[in-house]
């Protein structure tokens, strides 16, 4: 007999599981066991799959490190018992929740996968069916005896992305994510495609180790020609701040104004992390490449490389609640830790 996968679905919320309020005609979330019914098509799957939901599911604009530290919690109780896990989740910031779940789950050897839809599952031209089924698939692939995709992963629309990597740039279309800066690990047509090479692997004696309570002393600043010194100021005063995500042009360019370079340099004698990420939608970051942004690196502005804002952010949350000595956060910021930046 064929070893059959054990899946654990956790259910957060999002449009995949919600239904028409009837007196307000707004989407919201409904109970977990009606998502089930409408998906007959699971039992048909070679692979055993028990559920668990969020007592309330949410809209993925209430997830909160407390909410990332619910599933991690989940994760982390049932790791043996599972060959891989699919979290049904909000699109809206799913990228966020996968980036920040792939920093808190150390030495993961089994596949995360978060999933979602843009039209809910009762509806009739759904993405919902095809996205949790192949999904589960994908949680589901083993060779000689291990998962083969051993990471957090993000399955939508027909491609399997390093969820660290993934940004979600359409509000209405299917294809409402994409990996800018890195290929998708796998792609499902006719046949399930994985690229072995681009995977994460792990080495499977080392223990699950699960980091909680991130950091949420954090702040992305987009910069926008008119940015005015009061408002940095006061960004950089801001009480408890510990770190800030700066999206700058380009290739890591930013004013070269005095009051610009010396209120940033305030933030970092008060002992601010700063990190320099592009606005752009793909490319990297590369201090020193242009004279708008030599300054930022010389006064020791992180570099994000081509890090996304949602990994960066998260990563900062991360390292600053594992109270990383200032001295190395730098270097443990610029390197990758999860595979979420090249
Ligand atoms: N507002 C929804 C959410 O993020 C959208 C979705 O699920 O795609 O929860």
Not at 88 to 109: I, K, Q, V
Not at 162 to 182: D, V
Not at 319 to 336: D, G, H, R
Request: glycine share 8%; hydrophobic share 40%.
């Amino acid at each position: 007999m064929p070893y059959k996968a054990k899946i654990l679905l956790i259910y957060t919320g999002g449009t995949i599981g919600m239904m028409k309020d009837f007196e307000t005609g707004a989407l919201k979330a409904f109970n977990f066991s009606k998502l089930l019914q409408r998906i007959p098509e699971l039992k048909q799957l070679d692979c055993d799959i028990d559920t668990v939901s969020f007592d309330d599911p949410i809209d993925s604009s209430n997830i909160n490190p407390e909410k990332w530290d619910k599933i991690a919690t989940i994760i982390e109780e049932k790791y043996t018992d599972y060959d891989g896990f699919v979290v049904l989740h909000g699109s809206d910031t799913m990228s966020y929740s996968a980036s920040a779940l792939s920093f808190m789950l150390e030495n993961l050897a089994k596949p995360v996968i978060f999933t979602g839809s843009q039209l809910p599952i009762g509806d009739l031209r759904t993405d919902a069916k095809e996205n949790l089924i192949t999904a589960i698939q994908v949680a589901s692939l083993q060779s000689k005896g291990k998962p083969v995709i051993q990471e957090v992963g993000l399955y939508f629309e027909y491609k399997l992305y390093r969820g660290n990597r993934t940004t979600k740039i359409n509000a209405e279309h299917f294809n409402a994510f994409t990996s800018p800066n890195y290929p998708p690990l796998a792609e499902s047509g006719v046949h399930l495609k994985v690229d072995t090479n681009l995977g994460l692997s792990q080495n499977n004696s080392k223990k699950l180790i699960v980091h909680k309570n991130l950091d949420t002393n954090v702040f992305v600043l987009k910069l926008f020609p008119g940015i005015n010194q009061s408002v940095m100021s006061a960004i950089m005063n801001i009480p408890q701040l510990k770190g800030i995500v700066i999206e700058t042009y380009g290739a890591g360019n930013a004013p070269t104004e005095d009051w610009f370079l010396e209120a940033l340099q305030q933030g970092i004698d008060r002992g601010l992390h700063i990190v320099n990420v592009t606005q752009c939608s793909g490319g990297s970051v590369n201090m020193g490449q242009y004279e708008t942004s030599t300054s930022l690196k010389k006064i020791g502005i992180i570099s994000g490389s081509d890090i996304t804002t949602e990994a960066a952010i998260t990563k900062l949350m991360y390292l600053l609640a594992e109270n990383v000595s200032p001295n190395a956060f730098k270097t443990i910021f610029e390197t990758s830790l999860r595979g979420e930046l090249t």
